[in-house]
């Protein structure tokens, strides 16, 4: 019931978001002498705030299509080198690709498509060979396919960076907020099995490995609440409108709700600085705030097991910190960590994964060199900016660099 009411509902939305763009469009035109009457930018800035806010959307593009390398522009074009039912491994190919350093980008699985990160991998494209984890919508995939977990992430990762090394070179990984987890219970299992394809390094920024640390609103709502809570409140069958009909999920809407609803006020402030740029004829300065919403309200919806047990396994019970942490009734041990560089990254006023969870991976690895571990605290930043805009290029990225730099192999 829950996913037919809010699909009833952005019908109707999505009806009205076309008309206020209608009208907006109409009080712009020159050629309507209306357009000229006291009130009518106001009204029209008003109507193109609302459409924006209301609009349907699908899957963002990267739309990545050149880089700079030592001060020349060059083509990039996107390769899908590995499809599974859950997601899939894309290449960012550009010149000078297969002699530069091999980099997985691990996307979050919490709403967002893998495009959220579209900053990181521009970022990195100078330097670095870049894939990407392109998670597919849970309502896309068919019951047929099968289920997904956190057992599966785990194993999608081990088969990504094989085929990424080829069996041969040892590629390095950087994993943003959620997938640190499964990045490091990888690379703990790779190290263990001294698989030739386990990382070189593993940067985690803004991860959640020990929540117990600094817990965040985030922490709070997965631990006030037992797990039968989540299983009955916010898990919802997929409706017959798509191909994953049936599928029960944890919808990348009520995810985007609690989000907004967290930082209610900011938003706010957001769409009223974006009107009054709209008023003031600054479309410059309007256009960057709707691009930020236009990401970020594209949500999809993650499978239903996945989500509870990330909620188990991360915020309630605290397995891998704790060292009770296992994949397929095995161990997940840290302390197999031996040659894998570790760089944690975390932002000074992240409101989502708290100072201190990060930088707890490099004390669970007990048996890695003092040498190959480095915590990063970056000033200033909250949770978004430590993998997107002007301080994320900057100053963040530089470090990741010379960190990749000084553990090549």
Not at 54 to 64: I, N, V, Y
Not at 84 to 113: N, T
Not at 219 to 226: I, M, V
Not at 296 to 325: N, W
Request: aromatic share 10%.
């Amino acid at each position: 019931m829950l996913y037919n009411a809010y699909e009833f509902q952005r019908s109707l939305l999505a009806s009205a978001s076309a008309m206020a763009n209608f009208g907006a469009g109409l009080l712009n035109n020159p050629a309507n002498p209306f357009a000229y009457l006291g009130g009518g930018t106001v009204l029209a800035s008003a109507l193109e705030v609302f459409a924006h806010a209301s609009a349907p959307r699908g899957k963002p593009e990267f739309g990545l299509d050149r880089t700079t390398i030592d001060g020349k522009q060059v083509d990039v074009h996107e390769e899908i080198v590995l499809r599974k039912p859950f997601g899939q491994l894309k290449r960012f190919v550009r010149e000078g690709s297969d002699a530069a350093p091999k980099l997985l980008i691990v996307a979050p699985m919490s709403g967002h498509y893998a495009t959220l990160l579209r900053g990181t991998v521009e970022r990195m494209l100078p330097s670095c060979d870049v894939y990407i984890t392109d998670w597919r919508d849970a309502r896309q995939v068919p019951i047929s396919d099968g289920r997904f977990d956190l057992d599966d992430y785990i194993d999608y990762i081990v088969e990504f960076l094989d085929h990424i090394g080829e069996g041969k070179n040892r590629p390095h990984m950087l994993a943003v907020c959620q997938p640190s987890v499964p990045c490091y219970a990888a690379a703990a299992l790779m190290s263990a099995d001294k698989h030739p394809c386990r990382p070189l390094t593993l940067t985690m920024m803004g991860g959640p490995i020990d929540t117990r640390e600094a817990p965040t609103a985030v922490n709070t709502l997965a631990t006030e609440r037992p797990h039968s809570w989540f299983e009955n409140n916010v898990v919802t069958t997929v409706p017959m409108t798509y191909p994953g009909a049936g599928r029960r999920v944890y919808p990348g809407f009520l995810q985007l709700a609690g989000f907004m609803t967290m930082n209610l006020g900011n938003h706010m402030i957001s769409h009223w600085e974006m009107f009054k740029h709209l008023v003031q004829g600054d479309d410059s300065s309007a256009e960057s705030t709707m691009s930020f919403y236009e990401e970020y309200r594209s949500v999809c919806d993650m499978t239903a097991e996945f989500y509870l047990q990330t909620i188990e396994v991360v915020f309630q019970t605290h397995a891998l910190p704790k060292g009770e942490m296992k994949h397929r009734g095995r161990a997940v041990d840290a302390g197999a960590i031996t040659d894998i560089a570790i760089l944690a990254i975390e932002g000074e006023k992240d409101d989502i994964s708290g100072l201190g969870q990060t930088k707890a991976s490099l004390t669970l690895a007990t048996s890695l060199p003092e040498a190959m571990k480095q915590y990063h605290m970056a000033p200033d930043v909250g949770h978004y900016g430590i993998f997107n805009g002007s301080k994320w290029r900057n100053r963040i990225a530089p470090v990741v660099e010379q960190w990749m730099a000084a553990h090549s192999g």
